[in-house]
Every structure is written in structure tokens, then in C-alpha cells.
């Protein structure tokens, strides 16, 4: 499969001045905007932190300009710390969130969501810690290396009057036991939402995992194998500052369950944004995107 995506590669350039100006992103967007009834999903890990060369000052205007250049109806981000997500949302026009740290308040990293307000309203939020204590902030277990959580949104659709929820996660890294019950607990939320509902986030594993079996297992459908069309190959999503896109392990996913009759989700189109600037990722993880609808056209 050949992708769609022109990625550029422009050294960096300097003011007249010679103070060097911003890194700029390079090449087309991938989906660009969708129309209703077209709903653009996007799962990104932004990281939260990184070397000088990497730093979140150095990409913030990368993400600015990959992000307003697709302008996903939702954004699932995790490692977002809160100045940072406060300083996105500020760089995209028209966007609402909902953010609360892995350790409570603005404290550490999130699975913030972000969605074109124009055209989604929230209807009901929540968060829950992948733990034997979900409800408790701040809460790990099986032997996690850090505290994982999990944050949902329903939208109403105002454009279609159709309503879905999103649910954003971030597996844990070390241990696979910690994967693994946290996909239970995943796919225990997914189970309660009686509607279409989508699960997206970094999984730290593979889609030839158990925790991604147990998704699959318990009626979720990766977005990737479920799309009419890809329009890239099956990138490694972590990318590891590298800026040219190779094969590898796709950890970052998009998974999606349909609602009952006339409620069915449809996944149109799937894709890995490989793009960089002037030699630069805008993070360490290549993000994730999708589009769908709901109901029957």
C-alpha cells in the first residue's frame, strides 16, 4: 500500500534578523476536515516531556500545525501534562476538553480528551484508575510502573442529532499483567455504554496482544482492520524521535463497537500520520486516525 502523505523534509530557516524561527510542519494533512455526517477521531501520545531537541517548546508549533491542519472532531491525547494541554488548546480555535491528572487535579500526565466544539456537545464525563480500586484517584496495581487511567466522554452529535461516546486510555508500559486487567477494565466500561462507542489511546503493546485480544474478545472491532480504505501502511506507531515512518509495532489504537439498529459505526478510513518538520516528530508517537459514522447513510 502506498501512503497518501507527501512528507517534507526543509532544513530550518532563520528570520532576517538570524534568530532561528519555528520549526514548520512539512507536507499535506492526511484526512484534512470531514463534514458531518463524517466523524474524524484522532488518538495521540504528545509526550510530556523530553531532551532539549525534543522538548515540548521545541513542537508545541508541529502539533499546533498537524492538529489544525486534520482538525479531528475529537482528540484523544495521553502524557499531556496540564500546561501543556492548556497551551494546545489554546493553539486550536474552537476546542473544548475535559482533563483531570492520573494523580488528581492538574497533577502528572492524563488521558485528556478535546473536541471541536462547534459541532459535539458533552453529555456526560467520567474517569476511572486501572486499578482494583477504579473509582480511587491515584490508585495502580499488577504491578504497574505508574498510575494509569482512563477518561470518557458522550457527545451529541449537533450536527446529526446522533450521540457516542469516546473513551481515552493509557495502558502501562512494564507490566503485561497491568495491560491486560486494564483491558478488562476497558472493555467493562465499553460493555456499559448501550450505544456506538469508540476506545482509543496508546496500548504499549501490539495488536497480536492478550490485551488486545480481550478488546476483540469482548465485542470492540480495531478501527484498522474494520476501514474501507487505509491511507497509509501499518506503521510502528512509537516512533522513537525518528522522522522517517518504518515498520513496527502499531502500540497506538482506535477501537470501535457499533450501537443497535440504526446506531451501527462505520469506519471509512484509517491512517498513521507520519508528519515531521524540518527534520523533526512532533512526538515520540506517531499519532492515530480514523473516520466514521453512525447509523446507515
Known amino acids: 500500500m502506498v501512503a497518501t502523505m507527501n512528507v517534507l523534509r526543509t532544513a530550518a530557516s532563520q528570520d532576517p534578523a538570524g534568530a532561528p524561527q519555528s520549526p514548520v510542519l512539512g507536507g499535506a494533512p492526511l484526512f484534512g476536515p470531514v463534514e458531518p455526517p463524517y466523524v474524524q477521531l484522532m488518538t495521540y501520545n504528545l509526550k510530556s516531556s523530553g531532551a ?12 499546533k500545525d498537524l492538529v489544525r491542519a486534520e482538525r479531528p472532531t475529537v482528540l484523544c491525547t495521553q502524557e499531556g501534562r496540564f500546561r501543556q494541554l492548556m497551551e494546545l488548546r489554546e493553539d486550536l480555535d474552537g476546542y473544548d476538553w475535559v482533563h483531570l ?9 492524563s488521558t485528556a480528551i478535546l473536541w471541536d466544539a462547534s459541532r459535539l456537545a458533552p453529555l456526560d464525563y467520567d474517569h476511572i484508575w486501572l486499578s482494583r480500586h477504579p ?45 491486560r486487567k486494564g483491558a478488562a477494565l476497558c472493555r467493562d466500561v465499553m460493555r456499559r455504554f448501550h450505544g456506538p462507542a469508540v476506545l482509543a489511546g496508546d496500548f504499549n503493546c501490539a495488536p497480536d496482544s492478550r490485551a488486545h485480544a480481550v478488546l476483540t ?3 470492540l472491532a480495531d478501527a484498522w482492520a474494520a476501514a474501507t480504505e487505509r491511507l497509509t501502511p501499518d506503521w510502528g506507531t ?15 489504537w482506535i477501537m470501535v463497537k457499533s450501537g443497535p439498529r440504526r446506531q451501527e459505526l462505520t469506519v471509512h478510513k484509517a491512517g498513521v500520520n507520519a508528519r515531521t518538520g524540518d527534520g523533526l516528530t512532533p512526538s515520540d508517537h506517531w499519532p492515530v486516525q480514523a473516520v466514521f459514522t453512525i447509523g446507515r447513510s
Open 101 to 109: 491528572g492520573r494523580l488528581g487535579g492538574s497533577r502528572s500526565e
Open 52 to 63: 532539549a531537541e525534543h522538548s515540548w517548546w521545541t513542537r508545541r508549533p508541529l502539533v
Open 238 to 252: 512509537f516512533n522513537r524521535w525518528r522522522p522517517d515512518p518504518a515498520a513496527g509495532p502499531r502500540i497506538d
Open 217 to 219: 474478545g469482548g465485542g
Open 135 to 179: 473509582d480511587r484517584i491515584g490508585s495502580r496495581a499488577w504491578r504497574s510502573g505508574t498510575v494509569r487511567m482512563l477518561t470518557w466522554v458522550r457527545f451529541e452529535d449537533k450536527a446529526t442529532g446522533k450521540d457516542f461516546h469516546v473513551a481515552n486510555v493509557h495502558l502501562d508500559h512494564r507490566s503485561e499483567k497491568a495491560r
